[in-house]
């Protein structure tokens, strides 16, 4: 059971590492993302922070990942 906590922990972290940015680049790429005058919309501020939340996620589920293994 401890394994295959390790296990889905990083593979919770890896995910999120690798998709998240992939989708905030897409997100400020789209035209609502910036105003006329190039300054950034709530849009893009609201998404900045949701992938900042993911990240940080992505990094205490990669510790708790390593530690479940390492302490099993």
Do not use: C, E, Y
């Amino acid at each position: 059971m401890t394994l295959t906590l390790g296990i889905l922990l990083l593979a919770n972290a890896a995910f999120n590492v690798f998709t998240w940015p992939t989708f905030l680049k897409r997100v400020a790429r789209d035209p609502r993302a910036r105003d006329d005058a190039g300054r950034p919309t709530s849009v893009l501020r609201v998404h900045q922070v949701l992938v900042a939340i993911a990240l940080l996620l992505a990094a205490v589920s990669a510790v708790a990942g390593v530690w479940v293994l390492v302490a099993g």
